[in-house]
């Protein structure tokens, strides 16, 4: 079974948007690239967890959510660094037809951790989930990952809403160097 490191998008890897979906407001959090590229020569499978809650709202399509990470797959690749798999939830209660659903991927809740688990067979005890919001943090505690708050996009805010337990960093550049010590 293999260990993952499980990644949140907005406010993780990339600077915090609104709703982000087009690739000219896409800019990586400084060292997010860095840190990819540490986790994949440490052999870790790397997976990309994201509520994308603007798709159930009709703020933009899942055809753009894909098209956002195809550009940030090839961002990625100049540098040497690469995603294992992407997930997204794209449901939210109060959004439009059948994107209104009460899913089970939708963070805090660990569905998307799971599904990947099962289709990668990943080992959830030795893994670690890294996100900016308490629903990253419950997501990964709720799966039986380690889990660590980054204190760029809403972490710095999120910190006092959290557990002493968890681990505090801030940003994903350290976050990941602590794991890999
Ligand atoms: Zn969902």
Redesign the pocket.
């Known amino acids: 079974m293999k260990s993952a490191v499980f990644l949140d998008r907005d406010g993780t890897i990339n600077i915090e948007k609104d709703y982000l979906f087009q690739i000219k407001d896409f800019e990586f959090v400084d060292g997010a690239v860095e840190a990819i590229r540490l986790l994949n020569r440490a052999g870790l499978f790397v997976v990309v967890v994201t509520n994308q809650s603007g798709v159930a709202r009709g703020y933009y399509t899942e055809e753009d959510v894909e098209n956002l990470h195809r550009h940030i797959a090839a961002e990625l690749k100049v540098s040497g660094a690469h995603i294992d798999a992407w997930f997204y ?3 939210h209660h109060s959004g439009r037809g059948s994107y209104a ?1 009460p ?1 089970k ?2 963070k805090p809740l660990p569905g998307m951790l799971l599904e990947a688990a099962r289709v990668y067979d990943i080992d959830l005890q030795k893994s670690t989930m890294i996100g900016d919001k308490s629903a990253d943090i419950e997501a990964g505690i709720s799966a039986g990952c380690r889990s660590i708050l980054v204190r760029t996009g809403y972490g710095a805010e999120e910190e006092k809403n959290i557990g002493s337990e968890t681990v505090v960093a801030d940003d994903l550049l350290s976050a990941v160097k602590s794991l890999l010590v």
């Open positions: 939830c794209p449901h659903l899913c991927c939708r």
